[in-house]
């Protein structure tokens, strides 16, 4: 059980705005932590999408935007495109356990 | 250009040791804090275990905590995972990645290695 808790998949037709969630807690999103964000394309290195809430590592698209609110997350794609099929990771610091923590992945498919 | 490059993967019998190396490169190894983060097959990722660029304080998670120690070389420009007493849940690839910040904020790690595999079993 992860302490950030996404969604296991969520799915769009191409050109399709989606949403991954995010839920954390008062020990971590909620007490301030900043959430960064992660691309996983299949069989590959996890990749650094978004960091420090909403913004973007040069060489990523202005398609992937991040927003945070309360105890939550979300990472929002527009103009869904093959290439985004992949998972996703949000990843933010606990103070209850000291330590860095990730959300369990958000499986992306693209119809 | 930023490189990592992680070493000592294997196969390792429940209860043995290994020591996996991550050789840094094409930044300021001596002052970056660096992190391991593992993956089992078909899982999520899980951080395990961080150093600050001082390499005074490092940071485990409860599931290493006693078994698993960070530590660097910084004339070798080397970050190194001791996992002693290795159990079949360790069985992951284990990837170092540099960590980064902004200002006062929460670590995020940009910069990621390939990833060695380590296999826990009899």
């Known amino acids: 059980q992860s302490v950030l808790t996404q969604p296991p998949s969520v799915s769009g037709a191409p050109g399709q705005r989606v949403t991954i969630s995010c839920t954390g807690s008062?020990?971590?999103?909620?007490?301030?932590?900043?959430i960064h964000w992660y691309q996983q394309l299949a069989g590959t290195v996890p990749k650094l999408l978004i960091y420090g809430n909403n913004n973007r590592p040069s060489g990523v698209p202005d398609r992937f935007s991040a927003s945070k609110s309360g105890t939550s997350a979300s990472l929002a794609i527009t103009g869904l495109q093959a290439e985004d099929e992949a998972d996703y990771y949000c990843?933010?610091?606990?103070?209850?356990?000291?330590?860095?923590?990730f959300g369990g992945g958000t499986k992306l498919t693209v119809l | 250009e930023v490189q990592l490059l992680e070493s000592g993967g294997g196969l390792v019998q429940p209860g043995g040791s290994l020591r996996l190396s991550c050789a840094a490169s094409?930044?300021?190894?001596?002052?970056?804090?660096m992190t391991w983060v593992r993956q089992a097959p078909g899982n999520g990722l899980e951080w395990v275990s961080a150093i600050r660029g001082n390499g005074v304080k490092t940071h485990y998670a409860d599931s290493v905590k006693g078994r698993f120690t960070i530590s660097r070389d910084i004339s070798k420009n080397t970050l190194y995972l001791q996992m002693n007493s290795l159990r079949a849940e360790d069985t992951a690839i284990y990837y170092c990645?540099?960590?980064?910040?902004?200002?006062?904020?929460?670590?995020?790690?940009?910069?990621w290695g390939q990833g060695t595999l380590v296999t826990v079993s009899s």
């Open positions: 990645a540099k960590m980064s910040k902004v200002g006062a904020a929460t670590s995020y790690f940009d910069y």
């Open positions: 008062s020990s971590n999103i909620g007490a301030g932590d900043d």
């Open positions: 990843q933010s610091y606990d103070r209850s356990l000291s330590g860095w923590v």
């Open positions: 094409g930044f300021t190894f001596s002052t970056s804090d």
